[in-house]
C-alpha cells in the first residue's frame, strides 16, 4: 500500500512569514495526526483528526497554527506567522484508530523539514 | 502526568554485540506500548508494540523488546547489533487515547 505523502520535503522561510504543509494518509485511514519533532526532542502531538473531527488540539498554538482536513481525507497545516522557534520537522501520520484503544499502528509521513530564518 | 523516559541519550556498541535500549514510563492504566526507529531524513519506522501477552515482543530487524510492569520499563534489545542499526530510536506510550506520547530519543552507534 502507499504510505503517507507529505510535502514539501523542505521549507526555509523568514520569521513571519507563512508556511503550509499538505499530507495525503493512507486510503481509508479516519485518524490523521501532526506532530512537531524539534531537533533533540520526541515528535509531540499538536493536532488528531478523527475523519474531518477535530479530536484533540490541545498542544496546538492556535494563534499562529491552524490545521483542516476538511473533506477527511488530506490534510493541512498552517503556520501563520512563522516564528524562529517553529524550526522543526512536522510529521504526518495516520492510522485506521478508532477513538479508545484502538490496536493499529500508526504510519508515519516522511515529514517536512521547516526553517525559520 | 504522563511521559516516556528515555535515560541515555547516546548508546554505544560494537558490531556483533547485544545491545540494550531503555525505556521507562509512566502513565495510568495499561497503556500500548511502542518503538519506532528514525533514520536520517526519513520518517518513523514502527519496529514493534505490545499490547497484552507475553511480555517479550518480537519486531522488525531482530529486534525484541521486554515489558516490565513492576518496574515499568519496555527496553529494546537485539542479540547481535549491526552497524545498520545505527539510527536514532524512540520508545512511545499510548495510554487510554489514540495519541502516542515519545520519549526524547536515544542514538544508537554502532562501530565495526
Known amino acids: 500500500e502507499a504510505g503517507v505523502a507529505q510535502s514539501p520535503r523542505y521549507k526555509i522561510i523568514e520569521k513571519r512569514q507563512s508556511v503550509a504543509f499538505w499530507c495525503n494518509p493512507i486510503?481509508?485511514?479516519?485518524?490523521l495526526y501532526w506532530y512537531q519533532q524539534i531537533l533533540g526532542q520526541g515528535p509531540k502531538l499538536l493536532i488528531q483528526?478523527?475523519?474531518?473531527?477535530?479530536?484533540?488540539d490541545s498542544q496546538l498554538p492556535k494563534d499562529r497554527f491552524s490545521a483542516e482536513r476538511l473533506k477527511g481525507v488530506d490534510s493541512t497545516l498552517k503556520i501563520q506567522p512563522a516564528k524562529l522557534e517553529d524550526s522543526a520537522v512536522y510529521l504526518c501520520?495516520?492510522?485506521?484508530?478508532?477513538?479508545?484503544?484502538?490496536?493499529?499502528?500508526?504510519?508515519f509521513g516522511s515529514g517536512t523539514r521547516l526553517t525559520v530564518v | 502526568a504522563q511521559s516516556v523516559a528515555q535515560p541515555e541519550d547516546q548508546v554505544n556498541v560494537a558490531e556483533g554485540n547485544p545491545l540494550t535500549v531503555k525505556c521507562t514510563y509512566s502513565?495510568?492504566?495499561?497503556?500500548?506500548l511502542f518503538w519506532y526507529v528514525q533514520y536520517p531524513n526519513r520518517g518513523l519506522q514502527f519496529l514493534l508494540k505490545?499490547?497484552?501477552?507475553?511480555?517479550l515482543v518480537k519486531g522488525s530487524y531482530g529486534f525484541e523488546a521486554e515489558f516490565n510492569k513492576s518496574q515499568t520499563s519496555f527496553h529494546l534489545k537485539k542479540p547481535s547489533a549491526l552497524v545498520s542499526d545505527s539510527a536514532l530510536y524512540f520508545c512511545?506510550?499510548?495510554?487510554?487515547?489514540?495519541?502516542?506520547?515519545f520519549g526524547t530519543g536515544t542514538r544508537l552507534q554502532v562501530f565495526p
Open positions: 505490545y499490547i497484552t501477552g507475553d511480555n
Open positions: 501520520a495516520s492510522s485506521l484508530g478508532l477513538l479508545g484503544r484502538a490496536r493499529s499502528g500508526y504510519t
Open positions: 483528526f478523527q475523519n474531518n473531527g477535530v479530536v484533540d
Open positions: 502513565v495510568s492504566g495499561n497503556p500500548y
Open positions: 512511545a506510550v499510548r495510554p487510554n487515547t489514540d495519541k502516542l506520547i
Open positions: 486510503s481509508g485511514h479516519a485518524t
